[in-house]
């Protein structure tokens, strides 16, 4: 059964630590990217996206942001790629 199963991508969620935070501008308004979700996709490889809140305060959009190419960013994503993969690795199952 199990090879019957198509998984098109995994996702999971970092949050990013204070200390890596950064900002960028989208439409005129500040975000401040507090979040990082990363894809494994079929090839294996990485795809990922970060995400914040508007420095100013309020709701704001759900946009995107392109994920800065940094030593500290790219050894985050890693290091919660491992974690997700030993998470992954000791499921039970359906609670």
Not at 75 to 93: F, P, T, V, Y
């Amino acid at each position: 059964m199990a090879s019957d199963v198509e998984v098109s991508a995994l996702a999971i969620n970092i949050a990013v630590p204070e200390v890596l935070q950064w900002t960028d501008i989208r439409r005129g308004q500040e975000f401040r990217l507090t979040s990082v979700t990363v894809r494994l996709l079929p090839d294996s490889t990485l795809a990922a996206k970060a995400y914040g809140r508007p420095v100013e305060g309020g709701r704001g959009g759900y946009v995107s942001f392109p994920v800065p190419e940094t030593p500290e960013i790219r050894a985050l994503i890693e290091a919660g790629a491992r974690e997700a993969a030993a998470r992954w690795s000791g499921q039970r199952g359906l609670g």
